[in-house]
């Protein structure tokens, strides 16, 4: 494994670990009894120590998307039908769960910690949802990175044998041919 697939790797796993432990959160507020106020005090309390995490944790956070991008236009960087197919395929579906991430967690997010004076409580759990459904929305993109990654390498792997097999048939074609003549 080369050091840029290491760097799109890396970051998708540590992120998919984060999304995890929100994942716990998350199954009780969207699969969860709707109605339990337990469930979303626990949802607002965990979202509210989430968000008020030191900087350093967010920067780490954003650190990783910015190391898995840079590992995704290195991997473009030689543009062949793998990189074509599977990086690109990986980078689309990686920048859409940074554009879920821009434009419905952080929102939603500030929603549910710092409410604004017109916003009630319905409107403050439905923000909650929103938020679990994004998390879990976010995770199928990274699985999807993941799964063309692992794609590309399998790919690559037969390839390998396949040009080996056409190479040792070639051998022997040229051994026939040798002792004919």
């Not at 030689?78 to 821009?102: E, P, Q, R």
Request: charged share 20%.
């Amino acid at each position: 494994m080369a050091f840029k697939h290491a760097a799109v790797l890396a970051p998708v796993c540590f992120l998919l670990g984060v999304l995890f432990i929100c994942f716990n959160m998350d199954y009780r507020i969207l699969w969860g009894d709707i109605n339990s106020k337990v469930t979303h005090d626990d949802g607002i309390f965990f979202y509210t120590t989430f968000y008020n995490a030191p900087p350093a944790i967010k920067a780490l956070l954003h650190g990783m998307m910015g190391v898995c991008v840079l590992g995704h236009v290195a991997k473009l960087h030689k543009w062949d039908d793998s990189a074509m197919f599977f990086d690109g395929s990986s980078l689309a579906a990686f920048v859409f769960g940074i554009a879920i991430y821009t434009t419905t967690i952080i929102p939603m997010l500030r929603n549910v910690v710092a409410p604004a004076d017109v916003v009630d409580d319905i409107e403050r759990v439905q923000a909650l949802q929103i938020l679990s459904a994004a998390n879990v929305i976010v995770v199928f993109c990274l699985a999807a990175v993941l799964l063309l990654q692992g794609g590309q390498e399998y790919a690559r792997r037969q390839d390998v044998k396949t040009l080996a097999a056409f190479m040792e048939e070639q051998k022997k074609e040229a051994v026939k041919t040798a002792k004919k003549d």
